[in-house]
C-alpha cells in the first residue's frame, strides 16, 4: 500500500472523528480524501461518499433516538423532499451529463471538472457557516411550528445539493430545521443527523444501479470512519465543540480554495 493510501485511510478515520466531536461536518472531507488521495472518479467518489456519510450518521442518529432526542414528524417533513431529489439526482440527473460541458477560449469544462467546482462552492459555504458559529439557539422549551412549504421546498434544494456533491448538507439542514420548524438547537443536530443518515442511503441506492460498486474497499473504508465517529463521541466530553467548529471551518475554507486552485490548473 502506498503511502497516499495510507493517508487516504487515516482521512476515513477523520472523516468520522469530525462527525463526533461537532455533530457535522466530516462529510465534506470524504470526496476531496477519495479523489486526491484514493485517485478516484469525482463520480464514483461522490457516490461512496453518500454510502460512508449515511453509514456513519446513522451510527450517531441511533445514538440520538436512543434519547429521544430526534423529532421524527420534522424529519419526515422535511426528508420525503430531500429523499426524492436525492434518489433523482444520483439515478438520473448526474448520469444525463456529458462528459464535455463546455469549451471557454480553449479550455474544456468537463463533467468532473464541474462537480468538483461545485463541491469546492459548496465547500465554502459550509466552511463560512462554521467560522460564523451564529446560529439562532432557540429555547429548549420553545413551541415547534411548521412552515411547510419552505421546509419542503429546502429539503428538495439540499436533496439536490447532497446527490451532485456526496456531502451530508448538515450546514444548510440544521439552520433550516431551527429557523422554519423551531426546534431547539440540540434536537435540531440530533433530527439533521437522521434525516443526513437515510437521505444519504437512499441517494447511494440510486448509485447502484448504474455504477460498478468496489464493496470490499467501500465497506473498509465506511468501518474506519464509524471507530471515528465513537471517538470523536468519547473525545467530545473533554474538548470544547464550538471552538473546534471554527478551527475546522477555516480548515475547510482552504481545502476549498485548493481544490479550486487544483483542478483550475490541472
Do not use: C, H
Not at 420548524?181 to 440510486?206: E, H, Q
Amino acid at each position: 500500500m502506498e503511502f497516499i493510501e495510507i493517508l487516504g485511510y487515516i482521512g476515513a478515520l477523520l472523516i468520522g472523528l469530525v462527525l463526533g466531536l461537532i455533530g457535522g461536518g466530516g462529510s465534506i472531507l470524504t470526496v476531496p480524501i477519495l479523489v486526491y488521495a484514493l485517485t478516484l472518479n469525482p463520480v464514483i467518489a461522490t457516490a461512496y461518499s453518500l454510502f460512508v456519510v449515511g453509514t456513519t450518521s446513522l451510527v450517531g442518529a441511533i445514538k440520538n433516538i436512543s434519547k429521544g432526542m430526534v423529532d421524527f414528524k420534522t424529519a419526515i417533513i422535511f426528508a420525503i423532499p430531500a429523499f426524492i431529489a436525492v434518489y433523482l439526482t444520483r439515478a438520473y440527473l448526474i448520469p444525463a451529463i456529458p462528459e464535455e460541458l463546455f469549451e471557454v477560449g480553449g479550455f474544456m469544462v468537463t463533467k468532473n471538472l464541474a462537480i468538483m467546482l461545485f463541491f469546492a462552492f459548496i465547500m465554502l459555504l459550509a466552511s463560512v457557516s462554521m467560522i460564523r458559529n451564529k446560529r439562532d439557539e432557540g429555547a429548549e422549551d420553545s413551541v415547534i411550528t411548521y412552515n411547510y412549504p419552505l421546509i419542503i421546498v429546502e429539503g428538495l434544494v439540499v436533496g439536490t445539493i447532497t446527490g451532485i456533491v456526496g456531502a451530508g448538507g448538515g450546514f444548510l439542514i440544521i439552520p433550516a430545521l431551527v429557523l422554519l420548524a423551531k426546534l431547539p438547537m440540540k434536537k435540531a443536530v440530533a433530527t439533521s443527523l437522521f434525516i443526513i443518515a437515510i437521505k444519504s442511503l437512499i441517494g447511494f441506492l440510486g448509485d447502484v444501479q448504474n455504477l460498478e460498486i468496489d464493496w470490499t474497499f467501500l465497506l473498509s473504508f465506511t468501518a474506519i470512519s464509524v471507530v471515528g465517529i465513537f471517538i470523536g463521541i468519547w473525545l467530545n466530553k473533554f474538548i470544547d465543540g464550538k471552538k473546534l467548529k471554527k478551527g475546522f471551518g477555516w480548515f475547510v475554507l482552504v481545502m476549498g480554495v485548493y481544490i479550486i486552485y487544483k483542478e483550475l490548473t490541472k
